[in-house]
């Protein structure tokens, strides 16, 4: 526990491993959770390099949806044609 600046002690969150994506190009801080990635090998979202699987000891987060892999990805929308009046 810890005092907070409102006078207050604060329980500490449970921490579990978790497994998640880190980015491999150096100097890139990307990294993202496993359960909340939408693709089975996801690439960086901040440099699109690929990424690689590991576990880190983070605050516990529920997902509500079971899996985000399984989700259909939305359909593209092509723009309509304008014809000239």
Do not use: H
């Amino acid at each position: 526990m810890y005092y907070s600046f409102r006078n207050k002690y604060l329980e500490d969150l449970p921490e579990e491993d978790t497994v998640v994506w880190r980015c491999t190009k150096e100097g890139c801080k990307g990294w993202m959770r496993d359960n909340f990635a939408f693709e089975s090998k996801p690439v960086c979202c901040l440099c699109s390099s690929p990424m690689v699987s590991e576990k880190k000891l983070l605050p516990q987060l529920f997902n509500s949806n079971d899996d985000l892999k399984a989700v259909k990805k939305g359909i593209q929308i092509k723009p309509a044609k304008v014809t000239p009046a």
